[in-house]
């Protein structure tokens, strides 16, 4: 069996001991004829081997596009990265050869996505697709990569691996088929996982069982994850830190638990208000007033101020606010952090 | 992974697309009548004399409008030729037109609806045009001029038609392709692919074009058989086969003026020509069936 992976090791500029995958001042624009939409304005965060990122954010916040301009695989035109880092222990990915890049997605970096039956090829059986990947980055043999399949699958819990590996994707259930793509993402071993969303299309109680699946496999493989979500209940369980994006910008990062306990930015404060409780039954639900600014057109400042309760007169000016260090590991970009953190 | 016990456990062959759509099409009646249909034509067209012992040239004007007789089963025509033999040797420049020029088309339209579909932008804006100037030559002026040009003096036209037809017919089945393509391009499994560290090579051929053949298929058997009856409007109007050609297309020109006092001359060739149509068609859907596993 020969091992392709050697040739993705020597990978010019490896770093060990740099950051598994740190991502700095990222810019993404989408050109489009109706104006330039900039879906991604410096976003910033880190991540370790082992640990869980949560990204929280409504939707159209940048979320799945930063997921997507960290794999390589924004659809060019019409988006662009027109400014940032993607470091991979130290090697900045978006200065790489697409030949290089092509070496390091689903080696070193994978992601599963939201609606697993549209990720995966209608026209071709599970089994070929997984086993396709084993032939074509590890030059096995037919026999071995059918094996390495059934093994994967047993490992993502497909009952009766072995007799589904000849069925279509059509034929399998949402949480199945998520499974199977959560085993095709893994299936060369990556040391980081993007999820964008890995639930949204599953009902509740499939959801559990993919997240704890993910946990799971995360903590054999002392994988580092990312969670792309907008379920604040998801992110309590297994994140270990979030960044919160507002408008293409991590607008606070910390701990999950300082997070919850005390949010420091207006915008996680408004999030977490707004979480349906069960012990304030009959009450009307609390949401934040506005919409998220359209992205041609970013307010001036800090993006949220015309929804905020705290705006002043300084919010409503550029620059943008700083990235505060409020405490330790954390950060947040609000003028009045103090303020928040207080309330 | 060399276990032994763990290939020993392994059951059945391997599962591909191919194998599948096998094992679907065996149960498929519809696929194993238009393909015997179809196998007979291709022998007729190949060796029509096994068909026929008759000489399709060899005529008696004493048999002119003759019913069936025991030697010639659909009669004779208004030179008193034997029907049932010029069908029979008609078949082969038929067919040879109508194949060849739509797997002509096939492959041009191929090459301009994927490249046009995939790569999009200016590649596309440029391919796009290309195909709306050639869909915009009026097909029987082009034919005149393009069979004309190409076709020798002493020649048969058959090769001249042929490429005729190849070059003007294979504009709706670039369009199918390309707009079929463009919506294989943004699906998510395409995405995910990439994302699995496939090759832009890979992605058109393995992962795109098998999800977007389907439509194509359909419009190149469809164009099979106009292709055929294209023919037969060439070779009325005087540009399309010649000579010693024995085309059905030719055959039913002939016939048409006299069909009021014979109609067997017309019927024979024609029919031949709507049952070749019908085979191809039932043929090429069957196939297209069982290539998308959401059917079977």
Redesign the interface.
Known sequence: ?TDIKAQVDVLPGIDPRAPLLQINDLHVEFRTRDGVAKAVNGASFWLNPGETLAILGESGCGKSVTA?AI?G?LDS?PGHITRGEVRYRGVDLLKLREDER??V???KI??I?Q?AL????????V??QLAE?FR??RG?S???A???A?ELLDQVRIPAA?SRI?D?P?QFSGGMRQRV?IA??L??DPEVLIADEPTTALDVTVQAQIMGLLAELQRQRNMGLILITHDMGVVADVADRISVMYAGRVVEEAPVYDIYDKPGHPYTRALLESIPRLDLKGQQLTAIRGLPPALTDIPQGCAFNPRCGYAKEPCRQDPAPPAYAIAPRRTARCHFFREVLGD | MSDPTLLATVEGRPRSLAGDAWDDLRRNKIFWASSVLVVVILVMALLPSLFTSADPASCALSNKHKGPTGAAIFGYDSLGCDVFARTVHGTGDSIQVGILSTLLAGLIALFFGLAAGYYGGAVDAVLSRGIDIVLGIPFLLGAVIFSGRLSGPGDDGVTAVTVTLGLLTWTSAARVMRSSVVAAKNQDYVSAARMLGASPARLMFRHILPNAVAPFIVVLTLLLGANIAAEATLSYLGVGLKGDAMSWGLQISEARRQVRVAAAPLVWPSAFLAATVLAFIMLGDAIRDAFDPKLR
């Open positions: 069996m997507q794999m695989i035109p092509r070496r997605r689903a080696n994978a992601m996505f609606d549209s990720a995966l090829n209608p026209v071709y059986t089994g070929f990947l074509t980055h096995m037919r026999a071995d059918k094996n390495r059934v072995r000849g279509y059509h793509m095709m993402a299936a060369l």
